[in-house]
């Protein structure tokens, strides 16, 4: 399973200026081994701890352009080690019509132990209907492994999200993912490559409560020491939000 938690804060020093800060708190935590129809146990799962602090200032550079300069530090754990880095990211969003928005972030990352210099980035691409959303989304970023081998991962991960509100209180929606990832420094240690559809039904039960059931189904191909292997997955889930404003 998995926790997640997050805190934000921020405080707005003059109508353009504002300071921003972010805490997220990720765990993994895994049961027993098992073996798929196919035959591949999906075992040497590993539990880890992700933690990621980005701070910085958010400029309101025109009505219709925002910029941000953020610091952010991670730190990924293991039972038996972990691992840190820290970097600066530079970010750019634009409301090219009330309906359409676009954004790009550039950054770079330094490891604490063997000084490996990692560039990330992320851009999207937003419109935002009367009934309907359209997003496509790409990110490069640092990430926890937890397959096989304790230790860092460059992945890279396009998505798309198409959303659909029948009602007031019904919506519709459709994400699909690829992402290819690599341990970092040595890309050959593991690699892999993932891909997900999930269709979801979102409704609002009450004012602060809402309801969101999913189905994913999911295709992983991992390699490690030279060796390949191929497993899906399916996954239901039911998800209570509670929400006070």
Do not use: C
């Not at 049961?31 to 958010?58: R, Y």
């Not at 891909?195 to 602060?208: D, E, G, L, Q």
Request: charged content about 15%; hydrophobic content about 35%.
């Amino acid at each position: 399973h998995t926790n997640t938690g997050r805190v934000e804060a921020s405080f707005a020093a003059s109508p353009i200026v504002s300071f921003l800060a972010t805490y997220v708190d990720q765990r993994r935590t895994f049961g027993n081994a098992i073996t798929t129809p196919t035959g591949v146990e999906q075992g040497n799962l590993i539990d880890t701890t992700f933690q990621t602090v980005t701070t910085g200032p958010e400029v309101k550079i025109s009505p219709v352009d925002t910029g941000t300069l953020f610091y952010q530090h991670q730190k990924g754990s293991y039972t038996s080690n972990s691992f840190s880095n820290n970097g600066a990211i530079a970010g750019w969003t634009r409301s090219i019509t009330p309906t359409l928005s676009a954004g790009i972030t550039s950054g770079a990352t330094v490891f604490s132990t063997s000084n490996d210099l990692q560039y990330l980035g992320s851009a999207f691409l937003s419109w935002k209907g009367e009934d309907s959303d359209l997003t496509l989304s790409y990110a490069r970023k640092i990430a926890p492994s937890f397959f096989v081998a304790a230790t860092a991962l460059l992945s890279q991960v396009v998505t798309g999200t198409a959303t659909h509100r029948v009602t007031e209180s019904l919506a519709l929606s459709l994400n699909g993912n690829y992402a290819h990832n690599q341990s970092i420094p040595d890309s050959s240690l593991v690699k892999f490559e993932s891909y997900s559809v999930t269709p979801s039904v979102n409704y609002k039960m009450s004012r602060v409560l809402t309801a969101t059931l999913s189905y994913t189904y999911s295709q992983f191909q991992r390699t490690f020491s030279s060796q390949d292997s191929t497993f899906d997955r399916n996954v239901v889930l039911l998800r209570l939000v509670a929400e006070w404003e």
